[in-house]
């Protein structure tokens, strides 16, 4: 499994993300590195399909992706059982992480 964590400088959101994503591998037994992305111009954006930071890719999938979410740099927020949030719930990530979701 390869796990991503795409982001740029100006999101405040990333690094509660990466906390999150960290408990949420412990809890799916997912013993992998996270390989960090750091998107810097829009022209990445585009070649990366980046819809905002935070973005989380599980084996180059963005299990949080809709098809209505525009490219580029811009802040990103998830629909959470609360309401939308900055980053996804760890248990949103477990379950993005388990191979049946794939």
């Known amino acids: 499994m390869q796990v991503e964590l795409l982001?740029?400088?100006?999101?405040?959101?990333?690094?509660e993300t990466e906390q999150r994503l960290r408990e949420a591998m412990v809890t799916a037994g997912c013993d992998v590195p996270v390989e960090h992305v750091?998107?810097?111009t829009a022209e990445q954006?585009?070649?990366?399909?980046?819809?905002?930071s935070p973005t989380v890719l599980v084996d180059g999938v963005d299990p949080f992706a809709d098809p209505d979410d525009?490219?580029?740099?811009?802040?990103?927020?998830?629909r959470t059982p609360e309401e939308l949030r900055g980053a996804p719930t760890v248990q949103q990530l477990v379950e993005a992480l388990r191979p049946t979701r794939r």
Do not use: I, K, M
């Not at 954006?45 to 905002?52: D, V």
């Not at 525009?70 to 998830?78: A, D, K, Q, T, Y």
């Open 7 to 15: 982001y740029f400088d100006g999101c405040p959101n990333w690094q």
């Open 38 to 40: 750091h998107v810097t």
């Open 45 to 52: 954006a585009e070649r990366l399909s980046f819809r905002g």
């Open 70 to 78: 525009p490219v580029g740099l811009s802040c990103r927020v998830f």
